[in-house]
């Protein structure tokens, strides 16, 4: 079975610029999550969807954040404009919520961005 | 706020040995997971084992096995007869199992584990 899938896996871009992380769940969970991990701040959850409706986005940083989930295969993240500070490990992970329970996160293998 | 500590920020072990890591959480809820997730260099996230709070019985996976103390808030990370593949950061990770609660895993910092040959 295909796991979560990510891309790009590696991003180089320049401050200003407009990045867009995608992510692709594994069939048939209903739960993504967009985490993010740095040196300083250690993993943090950006935010999350369940049934492809934001439940918890209490982590995006500010409004140069954003991310959308059209539907049950495809979420992306959209960082514009693009800051030093946003360089970091971005994790998509999915998993199955049934009877208002959520069962374990898989994660991808993550996207390594930079920003110079 | 829940918060997962992890006090060993590096560690290391001969290999076939046994090692130990260590995690403690805090929270107020009854229902909640626990779990270790392995980041090898790839960086790739892999779960190692996940404990249900309302389960006495300590989760075992082959080599890996866990000391749950839920009145300490400790949840500790046993590895048997290390392998040079263990190698990697491992990150304590707490989740809430409450109907309807946030599914929100909370990390620890991590520990890098080494494995000498």
């Known amino acids: 079975d295909a796991g979560v899938i990510q891309s790009p896996r590696h991003e180089v871009t320049e401050m200003g610029q407009e990045v867009t992380l995608r992510c692709k769940p594994i069939s048939g969970h209903n739960s993504l999550f967009w985490y993010r991990q740095t040196m300083m701040r250690g993993l943090e959850l950006l935010i999350y969807?369940?049934?492809?409706?934001?439940?918890?986005d209490s982590g995006m940083p500010e409004d140069r954040f954003s991310a959308k989930m059209p539907n049950a295969s495809f979420s992306t993240l959209k960082i514009q404009p693009s800051e030093p500070r946003d360089s970091a490990v971005y994790f998509c992970a999915s998993s199955l919520r049934v009877a208002g329970v959520g069962e374990t996160q898989y994660f991808g293998p993550g996207t390594r961005l930079l920003v110079l | 706020a829940q918060t997962v500590t992890q006090s060993q920020p590096e560690m290391s072990v001969q290999e076939a040995e046994t090692v130990t890591l260590s995690c403690t959480y805090d929270?107020?809820?009854?229902?909640?997971?626990l779990f270790w997730y392995k980041q090898p260099p790839s960086r790739q996230m892999i779960l190692v084992i996940r404990?249900?709070?309302?389960?006495?019985q300590n989760a075992t996976e082959n080599r890996f096995s866990v000391n749950f103390q839920k009145a300490a808030k400790s949840f500790s990370l046993k590895i048997s007869d290390s392998q040079l593949g263990d190698a990697a950061m491992y990150f304590c990770a707490y989740r809430s199992s409450t109907q309807g609660g946030s599914e929100k895993l909370v990390f620890g910092k991590g520990t890098k584990l080494t494995v000498n040959p």
């Open positions: 929270t107020s809820e009854s229902d909640y997971y």
């Open positions: 404990q249900e709070a309302y389960k006495q």
């Open positions: 969807f369940n049934n492809n409706v934001p439940i918890d």
